[in-house]
Nanobody
């Protein structure tokens, strides 16, 4: 059974850091493009970051550039999202997604709808 499981969310003060993990079960993540998406209450789902399977190229939303870093650990079949300098506006449920696409994407025409497998999400709350 193919599964993605996110972990690492929680409550953090503004300026703090969290590292989210996306672990694969039943399939090998190194062959998949992985995207991180988030959705805050009352807002549309937003692409945050993604990493390709072929050359490891990455992409980031403008709102997180310079603060978030996506990476893979193929030995652990896990993709990480390191989040630094967190802001209250980063508060959302964060989801990882996987697909066998070429490259990776965060918004249409290669956005969330193109990813086949999704995790259940992990809550990130940035508040003092």
């Amino acid at each position: 059974q193919v599964q993605l499981v996110e972990s690492g969310g929680g409550l953090v003060q503004p300026g703090g850091s969290l590292r989210l993990s996306c672990a694969g079960s039943g399939f090998t993540l190194r062959y998949y493009a992985i995207g991180w998406f988030r959705q805050a209450p009352g807002k549309e789902r937003e692409g945050v970051s993604c990493i390709s399977s072929s050359d490891g190229s990455t992409s980031y939303a403008d709102s997180v550039k310079g603060r978030f870093t996506i990476s893979r650990d193929n030995a652990k079949n896990t993709v990480y999202l390191q989040m630094n300098s967190l802001k209250p506006e980063d508060t959302a449920v964060y989801y990882c997604a996987a697909d066998l696409m070429d490259g990776c994407g965060l918004r249409a025409p290669i956005g969330a709808s193109e990813y086949e497998h999704w995790g259940q999400g992990t809550q990130v709350t940035v508040s003092s």
